[in-house]
């Protein structure tokens, strides 16, 4: 899933584009071999500026060679988007091509009907109207992003990158994307919504768990509880669960989980210890246990998924010793 085709159009907002753009259009290969190879079309290719040194292409006939096509959002969802890249977005899909539409670029997968019988997101502001212009597709306003398989889509401004991110995480496993985040200085990662390959909620700044959940994350080898927890944070179990969900929209529990999958994620990546090992270093106990929970939370096993993602190693990832 290499080749990259960023779309440009009449109307196309350049914020979500310049993401993608830094995304998938600066090589990479220190962090992940093959990088994606990004080349932007459509109306003024070259409207990004000098800075991306990509080649830009008018028209949208090149879609048809891309593994991957990425719709930026459109800045004025009360008009039909244009038809030429509708019917390029739809004719690149049918052919094989993965499409990810950033804030209200939902409207042109929509538009192409894409989206149809599927679940989708947008901008939380224009959900209500994509709903209605488009009533078989079931819009979620409350998610960061949506990931259909072929078809993504995400909610607005910042999500846009939440989704590029996934998208790389998808591709070329956790510690890539966690390397690449860390370049970037963004979140490495907030939770989309959907289950394939996604690791838990990162805390964001100023949250009043900062402190305690980090040190959870430092600690995720011991056989941490709730009342621990909440001890270290200086309330009670309730108090605590209630500032969990307002900070994460997870109980404790169900967070402490995901981080242990998203721990035991990049030893599978980055080593070659056994998976009794990674089940010990993340808290789990046995592989069994670790199985069942790799299972619940990436609908794989833990053996799969070294083999989808060990061949390609973040350089600022350091492996670990047996």
């Known amino acids: 899933m290499t080749s990259v085709a960023l779309v440009l159009y009449d109307g196309t907002m350049l914020f979500e584009a310049a993401m993608a753009a830094e995304v998938f259009g600066v090589d990479r290969s220190d962090i992940a071999s093959p990088w994606y190879d990004l080349t932007i079309r459509g109306d003024r290719p070259d409207r990004l ?33 244009p038809a030429e890249v509708v019917a390029a977005v739809r004719a690149a899909h049918e052919r094989g091509a993965r499409v990810l539409a950033l804030c209200t670029g939902a409207f042109v ?32 306003p409350d998610v960061l992003y949506v990931d259909e398989g072929s078809v993504l ?40 919504g ?17 402190e305690v959940m980090h040190w959870a994350v430092e600690h995720l080898h011991e056989p941490l509880t709730v009342r621990e927890l909440a001890d270290r944070a200086g309330v009670s179990t309730r108090t605590l669960a209630r500032q969990f969900v307002a900070a994460t929209g997870w109980a404790p529990l169900r967070w402490l989980s995901a981080q242990r999958v998203r721990l035991a994620q ?23 246990t670790l199985r069942r929970h790799f299972r619940q939370a990436l609908a794989t096993s833990p053996d799969a998924y070294r083999r989808t993602f060990q061949g390609t190693r973040s350089a600022d990832t350091r492996p670990m010793s047996p």
């Open 49 to 81: 500026g000098d800075w991306v040194s990509v080649p830009a292409v008018p028209g949208y006939d090149g879609l048809e060679v891309a593994h991957t096509v990425v719709v930026p959002s459109l800045a004025d969802v009360s008009q039909e988007p």
């Open 109 to 140: 997968l929509a538009a192409a009907g894409l989206l149809d019988g599927r679940r989708a997101t947008t901008h939380w502001a224009h959900a209500d109207l994509l709903a209605a212009r488009h009533p078989t597709i079931d819009v979620d």
């Open 153 to 192: 889509t995400s909610a607005g401004k910042a999500a846009a990158m939440d989704l590029c991110l996934h998208v790389v995480r998808v591709d070329h496993g956790t510690a890539a994307a966690n390397a690449l985040a860390r370049r970037l200085v963004v979140a490495p990662h907030r939770a989309g």
């Open 194 to 210: 959907q289950a394939q390959f996604v690791t838990a909620p990162v805390p964001e700044p100023g949250n009043p768990l900062d």
């Open 266 to 288: 990049e030893l599978l990546e980055t080593t070659d210890v056994t998976v009794e090992s990674v089940a010990a270093r993340t808290g789990m106990g046995s592989a069994a």
